[in-house]
């Protein structure tokens, strides 16, 4: 015992020792692991495609034929590998690797469009974005612009922001401050931070710091993911997890308190924080190792797909069918069948005619964590995943929102409209009149002012919008609500839920519209289409339990807890059922398609992502 007790004196004196042993002993494990595990999947990106641009289709009945195919049980194709229920970005992302590895995958969307927050509408022949407004990553040969051209054989095309996309507002009509986030590098962004902060240049500089250390060890988060738990376990026990990534350092700390210890300057702490509203959680709240991910994300600029957010689910669609998959709308699957060993073994689609049942090895759900462990699953199986203990608990759903969509007379030239986004805020105190506003009784919401309002005008950042629909341009505008507002309508049909729904929708509308009209008064009297949507339409077009547009809540508590990010995974402990989307990494595009790209590596067995790399070397390579 002496001789032992030494020793590991020894190494705890010396933890990069002890972090040596426990590696080599790991590396062994996944020898072992290695020579006993399933083999392999093939390799979805083994060949670079390269195929040659092809012309915008706008002819919408041609755009309807691949993203409006309802279900007919009678073309649902036989010998399924995988069926994916949900039709988001995750959702198709998980089909798009899995189909490129040889899988036949079935996709099932309750909508009567695919593409979940990616698709488009059209009213009154104007056409509306609902969740793409600006994606991150597309500039440059990047893992994540790889994986999107891969995924659509490089049709979808990206139009490139302006480098001051977002501009930050503070205060009252008046006596606001402007104050643009200024992109392209991180020396540009702190060039941007310095000009209107040229006093702040410490606090600015450790803040550029930390977004680099955060960029540095974000792998560390997603090894947590992909990790066998029990190794993730022994990591967390001895704190070896914090010498093998800095990430959750930064993670367990909200947004609020790391920037209290940079600076006292509010004006600063509002332009360093104001993108929350692309995640839904104030910075009180907020993990700051997610919010500095976000902020990298859009480090190098930001792009719009050109031809509008439909575009994307337009060409992915080919790749998923070309190896015998479908992907159908109209199809709400109400159960995920299980056999009575409690694997998953199908789906159950509701049909006026009756309900039909499909069976597959596989089954992937897009419809997040809360659909898929608290509605779609008996609650016996249910309760076998460790997700589902922790959902209500230490996981609950993000905030909701309210949506305006205008259909203005007019070009974004003749109308003066610039692709740039405004963030407005009547204090820099975001948390607390974020905060302030959501405990409010619906009443009271009414009658106060908005704490945040987010202006959108894609029809200036699409160049391809005029030519589709002359002489227009649309307006869209978000806010967040409590769900509580609403719920009481909840049961209620759409378009059917009554005088009192539709005077408290319209009024916050109304609200949100003044607003944006104290920023461009022009528009006043171009309206010629107004559309308020609440949580009550997340909840019947993208099947969001609660009316949130991001998923489950994007808090500390989540991303800063290893353990809670180690069970958020896209193996469910429940044989034959994997999640995909933005509850297996973080919301957003890139985010669930991240979500897309573990499941399939999970289906798959192998390391899609290392795939996507060496992929990347060779596209970069060919240019």
Same mark, same amino acid.
């Given at each position: 015992m002496g001789v032992f007790g030494q020793v590991l004196d020894q190494l705890l004196d010396h933890p990069r020792l002890l972090l040596a042993g426990f590696l080599l002993y790991v590396f062994i494990y996944a020898l072992s692991w290695f020579f006993s595990a399933p083999k392999p999947g093939p390799n979805p990106f083994k060949t670079l495609v390269k195929k040659p641009l092809k012309p915008l289709v706008t002819d919408q009945k041609l755009r309807d034929k691949v993203l409006k195919q309802g279900f007919q049980a009678k073309q649902v194709p036989q010998d399924l590998d995988a069926i994916v229920v949900g039709s988001g970005i995750g959702g198709l992302t998980a089909a798009g690797i899995l189909s490129k590895a040889g899988k036949k995958v079935l996709v099932l969307e309750q909508h009567d469009q695919a593409g979940g927050c990616c698709h488009t509408f059209i009213e009154q022949g104007f056409e509306f974005d609902v969740g793409v407004h600006y994606i991150g990553e597309m500039r440059s040969n990047t893992v994540a612009r790889v994986m999107v051209d891969q995924l659509t054989d490089g049709q979808l095309?990206?139009?490139?922001l302006i480098d001051e996309f977002d501009l930050l507002s503070l205060g009252e009509p008046g006596k606001r401050r402007s104050i643009p986030f200024r992109t392209g590098s991180a020396n540009a962004l702190r060039a941007g931070l310095l000009e209107k902060f040229p006093k702040e240049e410490a606090a600015i500089d450790k803040f550029m710091a930390m977004l680099k250390d955060v960029r540095l060890n974000m792998k560390g988060m997603l090894m947590v993911k992909v990790m066998p738990k029990w190794i993730v376990r022994l990591l967390i026990a001895t704190g070896l997890i914090n010498l093998m990534t800095r990430y959750f350092k930064y993670a367990r700390r909200t947004v609020q308190e790391v920037l =209290?210890?940079?600076?006292?300057?509010?004006?600063?702490?509002?332009?360093?924080?104001?993108? %929350?509203? =692309?995640?839904?959680?104030?910075?009180?709240?907020?993990?700051?190792?997610?919010?500095?991910?976000?902020? +990298?994300? $859009?480090?190098?600029?930001?792009?719009?797909?050109?031809?509008?957010?439909?575009?994307?689910?337009?060409?992915?669609?080919?790749?998923?069918?070309? &190896?015998?998959?479908?992907?159908?709308?109209?199809?709400?699957?109400?159960?995920?069948?299980? @056999?009575?060993?409690?694997?998953?073994?199908?789906?159950?689609?509701?049909?006026?005619?009756?309900?039909?049942?499909?069976?597959?090895?596989?089954?992937?759900? @897009?419809?997040?964590?809360?659909?898929?462990?608290?509605?779609?699953?008996?609650?016996?199986?249910?309760?076998?995943?460790?997700?589902?203990?922790?959902?209500? &608990?230490?996981?609950?759903?993000?905030?909701?929102?309210?949506?305006? %969509?205008?259909?203005?007379?007019?070009?974004?030239?003749?109308?003066?409209?610039?692709?740039?986004?405004?963030?407005?805020?009547?204090? +820099?105190?975001?948390?607390?009149?974020?905060?302030?506003?959501?405990?409010?009784?619906?009443?009271?919401?009414?009658?106060? @002012?908005?704490?945040?309002? %987010?202006?959108?005008?894609?029809?200036?950042? =699409?160049?391809?919008?005029?030519?589709? $629909?002359?002489?227009?341009?649309?307006?869209?505008?978000?806010?967040?609500?409590?769900?509580?507002?609403?719920?009481?309508?909840?049961?209620?049909?759409?378009?059917?839920?009554?005088?009192? $729904?539709?005077?408290?929708?319209?009024?916050?509308?109304?609200?949100?519209? @003044?607003?944006?009209?104290?920023?461009?008064?022009?528009?006043?009297?171009?309206?010629?289409?107004?559309?308020?949507?609440?949580?009550?339409? &997340?909840?019947?077009?993208?099947?969001?339990?609660k009316g949130e547009i991001y998923g489950l809540d994007h808090t500390a508590k989540r991303f800063g807890n290893p353990e809670t990010v180690m069970h958020l995974r896209s193996e469910t402990g429940i044989p034959g059922l994997l999640l995909t989307g933005q509850d297996v990494v973080c919301c957003g595009f890139v985010g669930a398609m991240m979500g897309g790209l573990l499941c399939a590596s999970t289906a798959l067995h192998r390391n899609v992502y290392e795939d996507l790399v060496k992929l990347r070397k060779e596209a970069a390579k060919s240019k």
């Open positions: 095309q990206w139009v490139d =209290d210890e940079l600076t006292d300057d509010g004006d600063l702490k509002a332009i360093l924080s104001y993108s %929350f509203g =692309d995640y839904g959680v104030e910075p009180s709240r907020s993990s700051f190792g997610l919010h500095a991910a976000l902020v +990298n994300h $859009y480090l190098y600029g930001a792009s719009y797909p050109k031809g509008g957010a439909s575009e994307i689910a337009f060409h992915m669609i080919p790749v998923i069918e070309r &190896n015998g998959g479908r992907v159908f709308v109209r199809a709400p699957v109400s159960q995920i069948i299980t @056999d009575p060993y409690g694997k998953a073994i199908g789906v159950r689609v509701d049909r006026a005619s009756g309900p039909v049942d499909i069976t597959a090895p596989l089954v992937i759900s @897009d419809t997040g964590a809360m659909n898929t462990f608290a509605k779609l699953l008996p609650q016996e199986i249910a309760r076998k995943s460790s997700i589902t203990r922790l959902l209500g &608990n230490k996981l609950e759903s993000g905030t909701a929102c309210m949506s305006l %969509f205008v259909g203005l007379k007019g070009t974004a030239e003749e109308l003066d409209l610039k692709p740039q986004h405004i963030w407005s805020y009547p204090s +820099n105190d975001l948390s607390g009149i974020t905060t302030d506003y959501l405990e409010k009784s619906v009443d009271e919401a009414v009658n106060s @002012d908005l704490p945040m309002i %987010f202006i959108t005008f894609p029809s200036a950042k =699409d160049p391809t919008f005029n030519e589709r $629909y002359p002489g227009m341009s649309v307006c869209t505008a978000v806010s967040l609500c409590n769900w509580k507002w609403f719920s009481e309508w909840e049961k209620e049909r759409v378009k059917k839920r009554g005088e009192d $729904y539709e005077a408290i929708k319209m009024a916050i509308g109304r609200k949100m519209w @003044d607003h944006v009209l104290t920023y461009y008064p022009q528009l006043e009297d171009r309206v010629e289409y107004f559309e308020v949507a609440t949580p009550l339409s &997340n909840k019947y077009y993208i099947a969001s339990p």
